[in-house]
């Protein structure tokens, strides 16, 4: 029986893209890998470059797919890379201008498009934003339409946000409003429509999509963990406060409200580090920046180091299609106390290797971590769990899930 060739596109590529570029590699069946910019840091222009435009295009080599099937539309892309620290981004990269982030999508998404005509794969594997002229041309072919939904489905997010700011105004500034235009809202719902069969990475995604696609349509695969990093057992005494993590952006959507108002309630139980960009002013934000550690931006490894130095991972997102960071922190040994709405929740072990607790709850937030700190007992063993559970799920478990569930929606 002959294996299904399978093309795979993603303007910007991340780690769950490039574990699913693996299965498909190792296995076979992968016919080609469309991106924007797959960079080679052995090229000599890398050296030339400067030192944080070369680290930008590094993270975008994919050593995943084999360098032969990799094709690339990179110029739109490295011009919209290339103007955001001028005075310019704001002129082309904004709403859906050529230069913008839907622009390059669209113009990416219509050389994919081309491409079947020619290949003639028998599935085309895509991604949110990027997949409608893809997915009409390959519907006119017979091609195999997959759709990875990343996030939660815009409706359910517009309607949570309307909501969230009748309920907690003091924060109603730092919703992200959908921006995308009606137009750009209905191209979204197409490529659903459009799709033979849709993934996502939690039971939180299928949830959202409610009636909008049939759920037969629907599979969970959840993503992975990274690899276990050898960490001290963590010290039982409770004199020291309990050091607490949050890594994400400084917004609602996120829960950072929730969070501030259960930090406070502790007082001097805790300590508090914040990794994540400042969305726009905030009193209740702007206070804890000057009085907490915060960390604007940080490599990934500092990342992982960070989360070293801590004691328990928080993320109480409103909703998160699946949140990496949580098992992120997992492997680093943290405890992670999240909502339900995060989608890497499916995967937590509430009380063993961490606690799933209301939405928009920061009772129930500063409850979890008043018994963390005041059990260092309890804290030593949700950590070692943790690590227990990242090695189950592996992001080599996520590639023959993949594998698998793919294999079994293919003809």
């Known amino acids: 029986m002959n294996k299904p060739r399978v093309l795979v596109s993603h303007p910007t590529g991340n780690q769950n893209v490039r574990n699913a570029l693996e299965s498909l590699a190792e296995r076979g069946m992968l016919a080609e890998f ?9 090229t000599r222009w890398s050296r030339l470059l400067p030192a944080g435009m070369r680290t930008l295009l590094e993270r975008r080599a994919y050593a995943e797919a084999p360098r032969e099937r990799v094709r690339c539309v990179p110029w739109r892309e490295l011009v919209r890379l290339g103007v955001k620290p001028t005075l310019l981004n704001g002129l082309l990269t904004s709403g859906e201008r050529p230069f913008s982030i839907v622009g390059v ?17 028998d599935v ?3 991604y949110e934003g990027g997949a409608r002229e893809t997915f009409r041309e390959a519907s006119r072919l017979g091609i195999k339409t997959v759709y990875e939904l990343t996030s939660s489905y815009w409706y359910w997010v517009r309607r949570l946000h309307n909501e969230e700011a009748e309920r907690s ?15 750009h809202l209905e191209w979204k719902d197409e490529e659903l429509a459009l799709a033979d069969h849709i993934f996502v990475a939690s039971e939180h995604v299928r949830r959202t999509l409610g009636d909008a696609v049939p759920l037969g349509k629907i599979y969970v695969v959840h993503y992975g963990a ?8 963590m010290a039982t005494e409770s004199a020291r406060p309990l050091r607490v993590l949050f890594v994400g952006g400084l917004v609602q959507h996120k829960g950072i409200g929730y969070l501030l108002d259960a930090i406070d309630r502790l007082g001097s139980e805790v300590e508090l580090t914040l990794v994540g960009t400042r969305f726009r002013a905030n009193p209740r934000v702007d206070e804890a920046l000057r009085r907490w550690r915060w960390f604007e931006t940080l490599p990934h490894g500092r990342v992982l180091d960070v989360m070293m130095d801590s004691d328990v991972l928080v993320l109480p997102s409103l909703g998160e299609g699946f949140g990496m960071v949580v098992t992120e922190a997992l492997a680093c040994g ?23 607790v209301p939405v928009c709850s920061a009772d129930a937030i500063a409850e979890r971590l008043h018994t963390l700190q005041r059990d260092r007992e309890l804290l030593a063993a949700m950590s070692r769990q943790a690590q227990a559970t990242a090695a189950e799920q592996s992001w080599e478990r996520y590639r023959g899930n993949f594998a698998k569930t793919l294999g079994a929606v293919l003809p």
């Open 34 to 42: 469309w991106t924007t910019v797959a960079w080679d840091a052995k």
């Open 105 to 121: 999508y669209r113009h990416f998404d219509a050389k994919v498009a081309r491409r079947l005509r020619s290949l003639r794969p």
């Open 124 to 126: 085309v594997y895509a």
């Open 169 to 183: 105004p003091e924060f109603a500034g730092l919703l992200q409003n959908l921006a995308d235009s009606s137009r």
């Open 226 to 233: 990274p690899a276990i990093r050898r960490r001290e057992r």
């Open 334 to 356: 943290l405890p992670v106390i999240v909502t339900p709405n995060v989608g890497a929740s499916d995967l937590v072990h509430d009380g063993q290797d961490g606690f799933v």
